[in-house]
Nanobody
């Protein structure tokens, strides 16, 4: 079992950057794959990025590839999503997720944070 708390969201202009953090409880963060998902108003939750237990593998949605970077620091029990060149269509609530052995890097994930709002203005 793991508890996740996201932070770092806010309001930013198009072209700007934000770094989201995902703080995990306990000493077993390294046992979990970690993913980021987002949900915009009126839309289904969608996959954004994922990273393997030790950080050796990453996977990104095509819409964010080249702009977003997922990383993790297991010694700090923290994962990150660096978001650059933000666009208004990136506006959404962003969720951190964890799963010990997901069927694929895109999911399914069983543990979720509460979400943090990212708003990109034009």
């Amino acid at each position: 079992q793991v508890q996740l708390v996201e932070s770092g969201g806010g309001l930013v202009q198009a072209g700007g950057s934000l770094r989201l953090s995902c703080a995990a409880s306990g000493r077993t963060f390294s046992s979990y794959y970690m993913g980021w998902f987002r949900q915009a108003p009126g839309k289904e939750r969608e996959f954004v990025a994922a990273i393997s237990r030790s950080g050796g593998s990453t996977y990104y949605a095509e819409s964010v590839k080249g702009r977003f970077t997922i990383s993790r620091d297991n010694a700090k029990n923290t994962g990150y999503l660096q978001m650059n060149a933000l666009k208004p269509e990136d506006t959404a609530v962003y969720f951190c997720a964890a799963e010990s052995s997901p069927r694929s890097m895109a999911g399914p994930y069983g543990y979720w944070g509460q979400g943090t709002q990212v708003t990109v203005s034009s």
